[in-house]
C-alpha cells in the first residue's frame, strides 16, 4: 500500500516538474513612486482583457511576473490603476520594464526585443495625435468645417506615417500587427472594412503573419478581416448592379428607401422641392463626430431655406446607431446590409463619409469629390 502511494506521489512530482519545465517568459521590473499598489499583468487578447497575474508593490517598487510562452506572438500589458503599458511576447523572452506610477503609461523604460521598443514608439505617437485632436475639440472659435479638415489632415498623416514606417517597413514583425488596431477616442484609425487603402495594411501584416503563424488565431482572424475588407472595397462592375424602373423615379437620381430611427420608411423622393444631402457614413468611425458637427452647422444654417440632410448608416450595430444618432435633427436611417449596402454599388461609394447632393428638382447634381466648397454648393442650389 505504501509502494502504491509513493508511486502516486512520484507521478504526481514528475508531472509538477513537467509543468514547471513548460517555456516561460518572464516580466520583471521597478516602479517607482507606487508602494502599496497593486500591479497587474494581463493578456490582450482577440476576445478582450484576461487578468494573468497580481502583486502589491513595496517600497521597492519591484515586480516579477511568469507566464507560459504563447505559440505564436501574443499581446499582454502591465495596469496600474487605471494606465497601461502594452508589450508583446513571441518567444521566450526576459521583459524588462521601470517606470513611475505617476507617467506610467508613456514614461516608461523597456528592454528585452525590438518589438516593443517599437510598441513603445507607436504608443507615444498616438498619445500625441489624442492631445492634437482633443486640442482641436476644445477650439470653440473654430467653424466645424474647418476643424473637421483639420481633423481629417491629423489623422491622415498619421496614417501616413505608421504606414510608411512601421507596416510596411516590416509587415512581418508583431508592432506593425500593434499599428493596426490602435484608435482614437475609441475608434480604430485603421479601416479594415471600407477603406481600400487601409485595406491594403492589413493584408500586408495578414500574409506575413500567416507565413509564420497559418494556424494562430491572429492569422485566421486577420485573414477573415481582410477578405471582407476587399470585398467591400472591391469596385463594382456595372453589369453586376442591375437599376430596376422603379429604384429610379423622376430624372437622374436613383430612390433610396430606407427606415428611419421610428421604423418610418423615408424615401429619398419624398424630398423633391428641396435641396438634399445624401450621406453615406458610419457612426463608429473616428472622424463621425467632427463630420456630423460640420452637418449640424449646415444644417442649422440653411434647414430653414429648404436644405436637408438624408443620412444613410452602414453601422453592423443598430443600437449603436440609434443611440448616436437620437439627438440628430435630420433624415436618419441604416441600411441593415452595412457595407454591402445595394445603394452603395448603385452610388459607386468607394470611401466613408460619402456626400452627394440632390437639386430640388429632385436630380442628383454633385458628389463629394467634385465638389470643391460644400457650403457654396449648397448656397447655388437653393
Request: charged share 25%.
Amino acid at each position: 500500500m505504501k509502494k502504491n502511494v509513493y508511486f502516486l506521489l512520484a507521478l504526481l512530482l514528475m508531472g509538477l516538474s513537467a509543468c514547471d519545465n513548460e517555456p516561460k517568459f518572464k516580466v520583471q521590473g521597478e516602479v517607482s513612486g507606487a508602494d502599496s499598489k497593486t500591479i497587474y499583468l494581463e493578456a490582450s487578447g482577440l476576445d478582450g482583457v484576461v487578468a494573468l497575474d497580481s502583486t502589491k508593490l513595496g517600497s521597492s517598487g519591484s515586480f516579477s511576473f511568469t507566464g507560459k510562452r504563447p505559440e505564436s506572438p501574443e499581446f499582454y500589458r502591465l495596469r496600474l490603476d487605471n494606465k497601461v503599458i502594452n508589450f508583446a511576447i513571441d518567444s521566450i523572452e526576459t521583459v524588462t520594464v521601470k517606470a513611475a506610477a505617476n507617467d506610467f503609461a508613456t514614461g516608461y523604460a523597456i528592454e528585452g526585443s525590438e518589438n516593443n521598443a517599437k510598441i513603445k514608439e507607436l504608443v507615444l505617437l498616438q498619445a500625441d495625435l489624442q492631445k492634437q485632436v482633443d486640442r482641436l475639440a476644445q477650439n470653440r472659435n473654430l467653424p466645424a468645417g474647418i476643424a473637421q479638415d483639420s481633423l481629417i489632415s491629423m489623422v491622415n498623416n498619421y496614417k501616413n506615417k505608421v504606414k510608411r514606417e512601421y507596416i510596411f517597413a516590416a509587415p512581418n514583425m508583431t508592432y506593425a500587427y500593434f499599428a493596426l488596431f490602435q484608435s482614437l477616442n475609441g475608434y480604430m484609425i485603421f479601416d479594415p472594412l471600407t477603406n481600400k487603402e487601409d485595406v491594403k495594411c492589413f493584408a500586408a501584416v495578414a500574409t506575413s503573419l500567416n507565413n509564420a503563424y497559418p494556424h494562430a488565431d491572429r492569422s485566421r482572424n486577420l485573414y477573415n478581416m481582410v477578405i471582407k475588407g476587399m470585398k467591400n472595397t472591391r469596385a463594382p462592375r456595372q453589369k453586376e448592379v442591375e437599376i430596376s424602373e422603379d429604384k429610379i423615379k423622376e430624372a437622374n437620381i436613383i430612390d433610396i428607401e430606407l427606415k428611419d430611427l421610428k421604423g418610418n420608411v423615408r424615401r429619398l423622393t419624398d424630398l423633391k422641392g428641396k435641396v438634399v444631402l445624401i450621406d453615406f457614413t458610419v457612426y463608429n468611425n473616428a472622424m463621425s463626430a467632427a463630420h456630423n458637427l460640420a452637418l449640424r452647422e449646415l444644417y442649422e444654417k440653411y434647414a430653414p431655406k429648404g436644405f436637408e440632410i438624408y443620412q444613410i448608416s452602414l453601422d453592423n450595430d443598430e443600437h449603436f446607431w440609434k443611440t448616436s444618432a437620437d439627438n440628430l435633427p435630420w433624415i436618419c436611417v441604416r441600411d441593415v446590409n452595412g457595407p454591402y449596402s445595394s445603394y452603395v454599388s448603385l452610388y459607386n461609394v468607394t470611401n466613408l463619409p460619402s456626400v452627394f447632393l440632390v437639386n430640388r428638382g429632385n436630380e442628383l447634381s454633385a458628389r463629394g469629390e467634385t465638389i470643391p466648397n460644400l457650403e457654396e454648393a449648397i448656397k447655388k442650389l437653393l
